[in-house]
């Protein structure tokens, strides 16, 4: 079975600085790798995903992840923060071989503060 | 622009009223999925369509049903609404071999 865990609930971070939000997972099958982003009141959308190739991933507001297949890791970077960047974040990791059904972590509450 | 659309926004219901929530998507998707999210339990797979009137259980399956009698539309359906079942749901669209869902903005549901 698959799972993922991201290990903070929450990260408070003051604005301009840098931030990780870390995931690790665990998958019998071939891996695809996502991040989606929730704003307050809405629904979530796709920050970036890791499919084959490169293992840095870049994706939409400066946001990038590294896939690490030894660690089973999918860490989300981002070299300064915004305001506008607080929202909760959910890795999310294929669970089966179709790809099109996923498992997503717990979420990390990202607080950037003035 | 693509768009999955969620008929309410957010809803109250008494325990034990039948309770339909509507999700339509644009982008003619194969895949629709019903999702539940609660704090810190992220979001838990209720149920799945990959095709018109096809459906498998997710994770969450019990106290639910679904319905997709067309493409386009993929209804949650809880028989007999218990306050258990207050949370967020989240529908979402995605085509047939890929993993990049489409969200709507969700559906608030409170059961009193």
């Known amino acids: 079975a698959q799972s993922v865990t991201q290990l903070d609930s929450q990260v408070p971070v003051f604005e301009e600085a840098p931030v990780e939000l870390r995931c690790n997972y665990s998958?019998?099958?071939?891996?695809?790798l996502f991040w989606y982003v929730q704003y307050p009141n809405q629904g979530l959308q796709l920050l970036l995903k890791y499919l084959s190739g490169s293992t840095l991933v870049k994706g939409i507001n400066g946001f990038e992840a590294e896939f690490n297949k030894s660690q089973t890791s999918f860490h989300l970077r981002k070299p300064s923060v915004h305001i506008s960047d607080t929202a909760e974040y959910f890795c999310a990791v294929t669970r089966n071989n179709a790809g099109n059904m996923l498992t997503f972590g717990g979420g990390t509450r990202l607080m950037v503060k003035p | 622009d693509v768009k999955v659309t969620q008929s309410s926004r957010y809803l109250v219901k008494r325990t034990g009223e039948k309770v339909f929530l509507e999700c339509v998507q644009d982008m003619d998707h194969e895949n629709m999925f019903w999702y539940r999210q609660d704090p810190g339990l992220g979001l838990r797979l209720i149920y799945f369509s990959y095709d018109v009137k096809m459906k498998e259980k997710g994770d969450i399956p019990e106290g639910y049903s679904v319905s997709r009698e067309k493409k386009e539309r993929f209804s949650l359906i809880l028989e007999s609404a218990s306050t258990n079942q207050t949370s967020m749901y989240l529908c979402a669209s995605s085509p047939r071999y890929t993993g990049e869902l489409f969200f709507g903005e969700g559906s608030r549901l409170t059961v009193l």
């Open positions: 998958s019998s099958v071939s891996v695809y």
